[in-house]
Nanobody
Framework: QVQLRESGGGLVQAGGSLRLSCAAS????????MAWFRQAPGKEREFVAV????????YYGDSVKGRFTISRDNPKNTVYLQMNSLKPEDTAVYYC??????????????WGQGTQVTVSS
């Protein structure tokens, strides 16, 4: 069982930056690939980024490529999402997720409760 808790969301102006954190419980954090998804009101959930268990592989959604960076600190059981050059269309609830498989979509085994990111124009 893995429990995930996101933090770091908030209100930021367009062009600004935020860093989201996702703290995981349990001793097996390094056994999970970690991902970020987001969901804006009235829209489907969107894949943002994924990072492999060791942190050696990452993959990003087209809409955030070059602006967002996913990273992890296994001793701290934490995954991060550094978001730069934010745009109003990045406004959404951001969720972290964990799975033993490295995948870009589909159901993940574990999800956090989400953190709101609002980008004002």
């Amino acid at each position: 069982q893995v429990q995930l808790r996101e933090s770091g969301g908030g209100l930021v102006q367009a062009g600004g930056s935020l860093r989201l954190s996702c703290a995981a419980s349990g001793r097996t954090f390094s056994s999970y690939n970690m991902a970020w998804f987001r969901q804006a009101p009235g829209k489907e959930r969107e894949f943002v980024a994924v990072i492999s268990m060791s942190g050696g592989s990452t993959y990003y959604g087209d809409s955030v490529k070059g602006r967002f960076t996913i990273s992890r600190d296994n001793p701290k059981n934490t995954v991060y999402l550094q978001m730069n050059s934010l745009k109003p269309e990045d406004t959404a609830v951001y969720y972290c997720a964990a799975d033993r498989a490295f995948k870009l979509k589909g159901l993940y085994d574990y999800w956090g409760q989400g953190t709101q990111v609002t980008v004002s124009s």
